[in-house]
């Protein structure tokens, strides 16, 4: 048979909100620049 250990009781993690939002502003600022960038060249493209 194997034994079963309880998993250790452990205090549940919170992460800060201004930690989570400047995560998503780091993401966010180049993902914006890129899709602007994709829009700007798609309208050249398409309007000669």
Request: glycine share 4%; hydrophobic share 55%.
């Amino acid at each position: 048979m194997t034994e079963r250990n309880p998993d250790p009781v452990t205090a549940p993690s919170t992460t800060s909100p201004a930690l989570i939002a400047l995560a998503w502003i780091v993401v966010a600022i180049p993902l914006l620049y890129g899709l602007w960038q994709a829009i700007l060249k798609a309208a050249k493209l398409f309007t000669g």
